[in-house]
């Protein structure tokens, strides 16, 4: 028997003004992207930015459906969006914020599982780590990559073996 173990480094902040401007910028338009949110059923507002390489930030909000399941996570709207529009740019970094009883939440809420495995393999993909920021009102959250968020992840090289 071998016992691993898999680490997840958390950096936390306080306050916006702890980041530099770039990433300053970037968490803003996440929390922006909120107010774009359709989800009259759970009237949770999920506001995601993206930073790609190329310097161009694409915003995404959750979308929801009378038919619930057809809905889709903020994250996912924003990474598929970067996706097709630039296929072969990488992602630098990933902001999300949440927006609830009209105010944004105290402490960070991390993506759901789906889409920690969507932004995953963008990561493969491209073969560069994906920062992400999840903003809190009260804290502030960085992780340097999504692997971190995903351990023992399901690898599309697993579909060969
Ligand atoms: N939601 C997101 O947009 N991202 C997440 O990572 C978790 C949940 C959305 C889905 C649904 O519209 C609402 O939040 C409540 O679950």
């Known amino acids: ?38 989800s ?10 993206i930073l790609l390489e190329n310097g161009e930030i694409i915003q ?7 038919a619930y399941p057809s809905g889709l996570c903020a994250e996912r709207v924003a ?4 996706n097709s529009k630039y296929p072969d740019v990488p992602v630098k970094s990933i902001a999300i914020a949440c927006f609830n009883n009209g105010q ?8 759901c599982g789906s889409c920690r495995q969507v932004l995953l393999e963008t990561e493969e993909r491209h073969n560069t780590p994906m920062r992400v920021f999840l903003y809190g009102q009260k804290q502030i959250f960085e992780i340097e990559n999504i692997k971190q968020l995903l351990p023992l992840y399901f690898e599309k090289d697993m579909l060969d073996e």
């Open 1 to 38: 028997m071998k016992k691993t173990q898999h680490i997840t480094t958390v950096l936390e902040y306080t306050s916006i003004e702890e980041f530099d401007s770039i990433n300053q910028k970037l968490i803003s338009k996440a929390k922006e992207a909120t107010q774009s949110s359709y």
């Open 40 to 49: 009259p059923y759970s009237k949770f507002k999920v506001g995601a930015a």
């Open 60 to 66: 995404g909000s959750n979308q929801e459906n009378s």
């Open 79 to 82: 990474m598929f969006y970067a």
């Open 104 to 111: 944004f939440l105290d402490r960070p809420i991390p993506p």
